[in-house]
């Protein structure tokens, strides 16, 4: 039997206590609750994909969903300031990093260019 589904759940900074985790994502889907992505890892545990994490494997990976399975990343333990408590205070947070290089042909959800020159090309102007 796979006990994954009775020890899976949503990754916490506390979670990582014991180092950075390495994860392949095998799932992903939007949390109705939330509004947000949650990918769903080989593990079986889960993580919510916040618009900063979007952004950075974004970049890494391009911006279709399809481009992200199968890919690894790293998740370790990072802290941020709360500049809205008071006095602010430090807390821990997630950190996440690309580990798997963008895949082949994935232009990173950008239209191509193809021929396309901003203001076209001039005759006129010899190099």
Not at 6 to 17: C, F, K, N, Q, T
Not at 58 to 70: E, T
């Amino acid at each position: 039997m796979d006990m994954r589904k009775y020890s899976a759940g949503v990754i916490r900074p506390e979670d990582l206590y014991d180092g950075p985790r390495v994860e392949k994502i095998i799932n992903i889907f939007e949390h109705e609750k939330h509004g947000c992505v949650v990918l769903e890892f080989e593990s079986g545990d889960q993580f919510y994909c916040w618009n900063n994490y979007a952004r950075v494997l974004n970049k890494a990976w391009g911006y279709d969903s399809n481009d992200w399975l199968g890919q690894e990343l790293e998740l370790s333990r990072g802290h941020y300031t709360d500049k809205k408590a008071d006095p602010p205070t430090e807390k821990e947070t997630i950190a996440v990093r690309a580990i798997s290089s963008r895949k082949a042909g994935n232009n990173g959800g950008l239209p191509a260019l193809r021929g396309v020159c901003r203001g076209g090309l001039d005759d006129e102007i010899p190099f």
